[in-house]
C-alpha cells in the first residue's frame, strides 16, 4: 500500500506561482510514475504532467512553458512547479503515483491517489 499526500494549493493572483508537492510513503520496490491532474469545476479531470521512473515528461499544451514537474525519490516526493498562473489553471490538482510492487517474483503497477489540493486563481 501507498500513501500519497498532495500540498501547496491555495488562492493566488494572475501570474503569480505556486509549488506543490506529492510527498508518498509506503512499501514498494520503486517508482513507475508520478503524474499530477487536475479537475476544473464541472470538467473533466484531464493530465496536467507525467515524469516516469526513468525522468521521460509530459506536459499538457496548457502546461508547456509554465510548469515543470520534478521529483527527488530519495525524499520521496514529487513537485509541481507552476509560474504564470491563470484563472484556467483553477482547480483541484491531484497525484498519482505508480508504484512498481515486486511480491514473490511477480511484478505489479498498482496505482494510488491523493486527495488533491486546491489551487485558485483570482483574475
Known amino acids: 500500500q501507498v500513501h500519497v499526500v498532495e500540498s501547496g494549493g491555495g488562492l493566488v493572483q494572475t501570474g503569480g506561482s505556486l509549488r506543490l508537492s506529492c510527498a508518498y510513503s509506503?512499501?514498494?520496490?520503486?517508482?513507475?510514475?508520478i503524474t499530477w491532474y487536475r479537475q476544473a469545476p464541472e470538467k473533466e479531470r484531464e493530465l496536467v504532467a507525467m515524469i516516469t521512473g526513468d525522468d521521460r515528461i509530459t506536459y499538457s499544451d496548457s502546461a508547456k512553458d509554465r510548469f515543470t514537474i520534478s521529483w527527488n525519490n530519495a525524499e520521496k516526493v514529487g513537485f509541481l512547479q507552476m509560474n504564470r498562473l491563470i484563472p484556467e489553471d483553477t482547480g483541484l490538482y491531484s497525484c498519482k503515483i505508480k508504484a512498481m510492487i515486486v511480491d514473490l517474483g511477480r511484478t505489479s503497477f498498482p496505482e494510488y491517489w491523493g486527495q488533491g489540493t486546491q489551487v485558485t486563481v483570482s483574475s
Open positions: 509506503g512499501t514498494f520496490s520503486g517508482i513507475g510514475s
